[in-house]
């Protein structure tokens, strides 16, 4: 898919923004009655929690300082008003340390300068918004004094610093595949419950650390408080991910199957599959159906495995049949009961004789029958690629679906296999 970068084409680059960055903290801290001592204790407990990261749903890792950058707006207060000038001095010199210690730590140039610049322009969104939210909530005599006007500006100021976190994600993601930008923000979207854990960490803990003249402040508690929740919670993300992963190497392994018994072509599934999740991220596919239609082109051919019976082959069997024996071994997995009826109709064909397109056909069993079709095509027959994208053509009238056939060119064109 690619990774989250920016382009660095002069090592100057990052050694101007840095000096920007040192150079806007020290303006900052010349507007503000807060010690620099204090700011800058802040600022290094950002920059450290930078290098403790979360795995997310969209391959992305969070780091844990989006949640010490949520806590700044309720823990930098100067004559009982959020002090932006301290916490952006804060933001400025913790993203500055983050460059630093993720430049030493030999990460790439280019998603450190995406991270920071991400998180910067998130945290200055989120700061604004917080010390609006709170001025404007307290104009309003039922909330006015109350704990309520800094957990609705929190909540809407940290809604806009996701938002803005996963449009930037999505406008820096580069690979070979050319994603769509709405893919990938659909995408991003997904790691919501991790961002709201990171988030919700730092509220939790800003509300308990309190001011001085707070009669239940906690102090250095706040610490417990937020951080065993918080532990639990990365532990769950952590065995979810590695879940999730474990999960896909199983079917994977279970793919292969009918490859290892001589009953289909080496790699046939693992390239079917690849060329099946581009075609259905070019024709607008969400994550999570591409994730489905990924295990049902893996599992497309699990029914082969019957073909070791000898009253199978003497009875005779189609394409169907194979189509439907193996869903229902994949349905005995509760979990891929909508993966086994795409792997049931991945043969119908899109339209019949005299009939319009089945519209109740899944999108990703004709994206199955059609990749796995040119598979076949081009690694059994022998075919080239533009012989093989002949043989779709040929079949678009009724086999086919033209819109499939057109996103398999497209992807063979971006993968430079056959001319644009």
């Known amino acids: 898919m690619g990774d989250p970068r920016v382009s660095v084409r002069s090592p100057l680059v990052p050694v101007v923004w840095a000096l920007g960055s040192a150079t806007l903290a020290y303006l900052l801290m010349r507007e503000t009655n807060i010690s620099v001592i204090q700011v800058g204790i802040w600022a290094i407990l950002l920059a450290e929690a930078s290098l403790v990261s979360l795995p997310a749903s969209s391959g992305n890792r969070l780091s844990l300082a989006i949640a010490v950058s949520a806590v700044l707006p309720f823990v930098l ?24 210690f993720r430049t030493l730590r030999s990460d790439p140039a280019e998603e450190v300068m995406a991270a920071v610049l991400r998180h910067g322009f998130g945290v200055a969104a989120y700061l604004v918004v917080f010390a609006g ?3 404007l909530a307290e104009n309003v005599p039922v909330l006015a004094g109350t704990d309520w006007v800094r957990l609705i500006a929190f909540s809407i100021a940290a809604s806009l610093w996701f938002l803005i976190e996963t449009s930037l994600w999505a406008s820096m993601v580069f690979g070979r595949n050319r994603l769509s930008r709405r893919y990938l923000w659909l995408l991003a979207v997904k790691d919501w419950p991790v961002v709201l854990s990171l988030l919700t960490t730092g509220a939790l803990f800003g509300f308990a650390w309190g001011q001085p003249e707070d009669p239940v402040r906690l102090g250095f508690w706040a610490i417990v408080i937020a951080g065993i929740p918080y532990g639990f919670a990365h532990l769950a993300f952590y065995r979810s991910q590695e879940s999730r992963r474990t999960y896909g190497q199983t079917i994977r392994a279970l793919s292969r199957i009918p490859e290892v018994a001589g009953l289909s072509p080496k790699g046939h599934s693992d390239r079917t599959s690849g060329m099946a999740i581009e075609v259905g991220q070019d024709l607008g596919m969400t994550p999570d159906e591409v994730t489905d239609l990924q295990y049902s082109a893996l599992m497309h051919d699990i029914g082969r495995i019957t073909l070791n019976e000898p009253s199978i082959l003497k009875m005779g069997f189609t394409d ?22 795409l792997v049931r109709q991945q043969h119908q064909p899109y339209r019949r004789p005299g009939e319009e397109r089945d519209l109740e056909l899944p999108m990703a069993s004709k994206i199955i029958k059609a990749t796995s079709a040119y598979d076949h095509a081009t690694m059994e027959l022998g075919f080239s690629p533009l012989e093989a994208l002949e043989v779709l053509h ?9 819109d499939v056939v057109q ?7 971006r993968r430079k296999v056959v001319p644009a």
């Not at 009982?80 to 630093?100: E, F, Q, V």
């Not at 996103?407 to 064109?413: H, I």
């Open 133 to 135: 939210s709170v001025s």
């Open 407 to 413: 996103a398999v060119r497209r992807v063979l064109e």
């Open 77 to 100: 207060i100067s004559n009982g008003s959020i002090d932006l000038a301290a916490a952006g001095a804060a933001s400025a010199m913790g993203l500055l340390g983050t460059w630093m």
């Open 320 to 341: 169907e049949d194979i189509a439907r024996w193996g869903a229902e071994i994949v349905a005995e997995a509760p979990y891929l009961s909508h993966v086994a009826l």
């Open 394 to 402: 040929r079949g678009a009238a009724y086999d086919f679906d033209p």
